[in-house]
């Protein structure tokens, strides 16, 4: 079939654009960054416009690149920075204040007045998370609360909420539609994952009018078409959406029950789609929603580690240990062995499954003998070392052994990391042949709701592996290192001071 589907992945700092063909193929890509606003520390926001001006000049880029016209395309999925919280006036489409981003704290005192209130497993039960500035319900209470006149023309209907994949619908469209999908919706603390229906409990503790919320819809369905764009004709369907971690489960072909996928970024998240009943974790995981289609809806178990990409940056950044990221696999292959050195990348604390923001890093075992090369090599196990952590809490959650693990995001092109991660999880690493995985989850998702890819067969047969890593570690040797690991994560929770 002639054409292409344009993935749009909106991410934290930047917009992607991935042409791809119906056989799976990129035909091309292209990247737009765009900048980040701190107006007070732990505060994260992003400006509307340049998020848009990135959108638009990633496409017109990607499509240079590949060399086809706007025409061409048939059809457009959508994948996005979860939990970033947009509010905007629904005649004029402007947003009445910047977007909170997902990293932003500001509403941290807010969680805990909920918790406090005895409210943490209400939110729980209901909606898998944790009551936490993360997510996106306190944001919008925020912006209810502090912008003038907002919280009155919310309950009138004048505005509207939605996560960067609803605004993102809204200007393709020409404001056509006010949706989103369910994976978005099960991000904001407002949305009961086993009714699958905005809770009118949790809309009440959080005072966010219903009239401001978007409609929720399935994760591959046409929900709009194109209108009024300068780089792309009317009349695209826009048919596929899913929040980033999501798609890439979805990318990655996580079909079944107990598969499994780890996106390396700046952080790292683990996805384990559990099937048609959301699994209530008792190991310090999140239940999430994994897509729905049709009337069926995945759910999975997620974890996440806050600092992986970003504690080789540091080497880069606060140490000039490297020159740039890529740098540190062959420094870490100097060296046989890490020389019992171990590094607990806790630079933000502890995420899933310790949940202890007070933990801080930590370097143990150092001697006189330890090199840059050491330190690269703990480095990488450090951040292998906590996907085991989430991998055990989700076997214990899940009931089930993993079989293999699938990988993708930039620093799964690191080998030697690949390896020791299948080295120290006693399992296989299947890595593919392109491994931005988000936007092609997207991708597939719009092309499933199009006709273009029939079914998960076809996706199945365009997902490629370009190679497989074994574990050959010794498992005595593995013991010592899970062991040196558990002792090192004691002493990173250790609160400067205690004995």
């Known amino acids: 079939m002639p054409g292409y589907i344009l993935a749009i992945d909106q991410g934290t700092t930047g917009s992607t654009s991935v042409l791809i063909s119906p056989a799976g193929a990129v035909l091309g890509r292209a990247n737009r960054e765009f900048k980040q606003c701190f107006p007070r520390p732990g505060w994260v926001e992003h400006d509307l416009a340049d998020i848009w001006q990135s959108v638009a000049a990633s496409i017109a880029e990607a499509l240079a690149a590949a060399s086809v016209k706007g025409s061409d395309c048939l059809a457009i999925g959508i994948t996005n920075q979860r939990e970033t919280t947009v509010i905007w006036d629904r005649q004029s489409g402007e947003p009445v204040h910047r977007a909170i981003v997902w990293q932003d704290r500001r509403t941290a005192g807010r969680c805990r007045e ?10 729980r039960s209901r909606t898998g998370l944790v009551l936490d500035p993360y997510f996106s319900g ?11 006149g907002a919280r009155a023309r919310a309950e009138a209907g004048r505005l509207a909420f939605g996560t960067i994949d609803s605004w993102l619908v809204h200007a393709l469209s020409g404001g056509a539609v006010h949706v989103t999908d369910v994976t978005n919706a099960s991000r904001t603390l407002l949305f009961d994952i086993r009714r699958g229906s905005w809770d009118d409990d949790l809309l009440g503790h959080l005072r966010v009018p219903r009239a ?26 826009i048919a596929g959406i899913a929040g980033d971690q999501q798609a890439a489960l979805f990318g990655q072909t996580c079909f079944e029950s107990g598969e499994a996928k780890c996106t390396y970024g700046t952080g790292a ?4 789609n559990t099937g048609t009943e959301p699994v209530r974790s008792k190991h310090g995981l999140l239940t999430t929603i994994a897509w729905r289609l049709g009337d069926e809806t995945i759910y999975a178990l997620e974890g996440s580690s806050f600092v992986a990409g970003a504690a080789v940056q540091w080497l880069r950044d606060g140490l000039g240990i490297i020159r740039k990221a890529s740098d540190i696999e062959a420094l870490a292959a100097q060296v046989p062995s890490s020389g019992d050195v171990v590094f607990v990348p806790a630079l933000a604390g502890l995420g899933a499954p310790h949940w ?39 076997e214990a959650d899940a009931g089930r052994p993993l079989q293999r693990l699938r990988v993708d995001g930039g620093a799964s092109m690191n080998g030697l990391l690949m390896q020791l991660q299948s080295d120290l999880l006693d399992a296989p690493i299947d890595r593919p042949a392109v491994v931005e995985t988000t936007a092609l989850g997207a991708g597939y998702l719009a092309g499933i709701a199009t006709g273009i890819l029939p079914d998960l067969n076809a996706v199945r047969s365009a997902h490629h592996i370009d190679q497989t ?12 290192h899970m062991e040196r690991w558990r002792v090192a994560v004691r002493r990173a929770r250790t609160k400067l001071g205690a004995s």
């Open 114 to 123: 909920l918790q406090e209130a005895g409210l943490e497993e209400l939110f």
């Open 138 to 148: 306190t944001k919008i209470e925020w912006i209810l609360d502090h912008v003038e």
């Open 212 to 237: 401001l919320l978007p409609e929720v819809r399935s994760s591959s369905e046409v929900y709009a078409r194109t209108k009024g764009l300068d780089v792309l004709p009317d009349g695209i369907p």
């Open 269 to 272: 998240f683990l996805l384990m």
């Open 356 to 394: 202890d923001p007070d933990a801080r890093g930590l370097i143990a075992g150092l001697t006189r003998y330890t090199t840059a090369a050491h330190l690269a090599r703990a480095t990488l196990e450090g951040i292998a070392f906590q996907i085991v952590d989430l991998v055990h809490a989700m």
């Open 469 to 480: 890593f074994e574990p050959s570690m010794d498992p005595s040797t593995r013991a010592a």
